[in-house]
């Protein structure tokens, strides 16, 4: 059985290719709307929505015979992958990480992490657009003089009620779905009068590039959260070498 931690497309495109060959996968994912969007596989033998620590994981491996873990987590999500490197470690399983490529863009600003950026900005005049989901949003809000910030966010009701319980007004909340085009995302820029927008490399998937250039064109200042730096055992950077190496080494259909 393989246990997929999917929090992204090329997750759930991992999770139907494993699948469609005829491997055994269950699937977590950290939010119900994750669950959602894995159920539209029929093949998926099970799915667990939730949060999972190292112990759970280690109880999953046990209960479900878990023999190979793909992690097909978001590129920020770095304690779940900690978690499943140490889970797999304890139980003596074999672990796969998928991690889309990281591009470097000329002109960006880069910080380590969000005080940092927020340090940056202090010393800033202008629109702030945050375009890093929602989990970090009160580092900011809590720093920054509220007025200048807008954040675009997913279109559910506990993330717009997170964002309004933080202090933004619905005129600060763009609730909406991407990837977007770079022509999308200049007309947001240009909208809001943005003059700063804060952002993830979540990867070509993720909308990063055209989020990124789409800015540089219309003179908005790019202040880019680096990744954090995880020491995977085991790396691939696309679809078809995820599925290459997991046909190589695991050979049990279950």
Same mark, same amino acid.
């Given at each position: 059985? $393989?246990?997929?931690? =999917?929090?992204?497309?090329?997750?759930? *495109?991992?999770?139907?290719?494993?699948?469609?060959?005829?491997?055994?996968?269950?699937? =977590?994912?950290?939010?119900?709307?994750?669950?959602?969007?894995?159920?539209?596989?029929?093949?998926?033998?099970?799915?667990?929505?939730?949060?999972?620590?190292?112990?759970?994981? #280690? *109880?999953?491996? $046990?209960?479900?015979?878990? %023999?190979?873990?793909?992690?097909?987590?978001?590129?920020?999500?770095?304690?779940?992958?900690?978690?499943?490197?140490?889970?797999?470690?304890?139980?003596?399983? %074999?672990?796969?990480?998928?991690?889309?490529? @990281?591009? $470097?863009?000329?002109?960006?600003?880069?910080?380590?992490?969000?005080?940092?950026?927020?340090?940056? +900005?202090?010393?800033? /005049?202008?629109?702030?657009?945050?375009?890093?989901?929602?989990?970090?949003?009160?580092?900011?809000?809590?720093?920054?003089?509220?007025? !200048?910030?807008?954040?675009?966010?997913?279109?559910?009701?506990?993330?717009? *009620?997170?964002?309004?319980? +933080?202090?933004?007004?619905?005129? /600060?909340?763009?609730?909406? /779905?991407?990837?977007?085009?770079?022509?999308?995302?200049?007309?947001?820029?240009?909208?809001?009068?943005? *003059?700063?927008?804060?952002?993830?490399? =979540?990867?070509?998937?993720?909308?990063?590039? #055209?989020?990124?250039?789409?800015?540089? @064109?219309?003179?908005?200042?790019?202040?880019?959260? /680096? !990744?954090?730096?995880?020491?995977?055992?085991?790396?691939?950077? =696309?679809?078809? @070498?995820v599925i290459d190496s997991i046909k190589k080494n695991y050979k049990n259909y279950n």
């Open positions: 059985m $393989i246990l997929v931690l =999917s929090g992204t497309s090329d997750g759930r *495109k991992i999770i139907e290719l494993l699948a469609s060959t005829g491997y055994s996968v269950i699937v =977590s994912t950290a939010t119900e709307y994750g669950r959602m969007l894995a159920e539209l596989d029929k093949n998926i033998t099970e799915i667990i929505s939730s949060r999972l620590e190292k112990p759970d994981m #280690e *109880k999953i491996i $046990i209960e479900k015979d878990i %023999q190979y873990i793909v992690d097909a987590t978001h590129p920020y999500a770095d304690k779940v992958s900690k978690n499943a490197i140490a889970a797999s470690k304890s139980m003596g399983i %074999q672990y796969l990480r998928f991690e889309r490529e @990281e591009h $470097i863009y000329d002109g960006a600003h880069y910080f380590p992490d969000y005080s940092s950026a927020v340090l940056y +900005l202090k010393e800033t /005049q202008g629109n702030v657009l945050l375009t890093i989901g929602s989990n970090n949003l009160h580092i900011f809000t809590s720093s920054l003089d509220i007025d !200048r910030l807008y954040a675009r966010v997913l279109p559910t009701y506990a993330v717009v *009620k997170k964002c309004e319980e +933080l202090g933004l007004l619905p005129r /600060q909340i763009i609730a909406v /779905q991407g990837p977007f085009t770079k022509e999308l995302n200049k007309a947001i820029y240009k909208n809001y009068n943005i *003059k700063h927008m804060v952002t993830k490399d =979540s990867g070509d998937a993720g909308g990063t590039k #055209e989020k990124i250039e789409g800015a540089m @064109e219309t003179g908005v200042n790019v202040i880019l959260i /680096q !990744r954090p730096n995880i020491d995977y055992p085991n790396i691939c950077n =696309s679809i078809e @070498e």
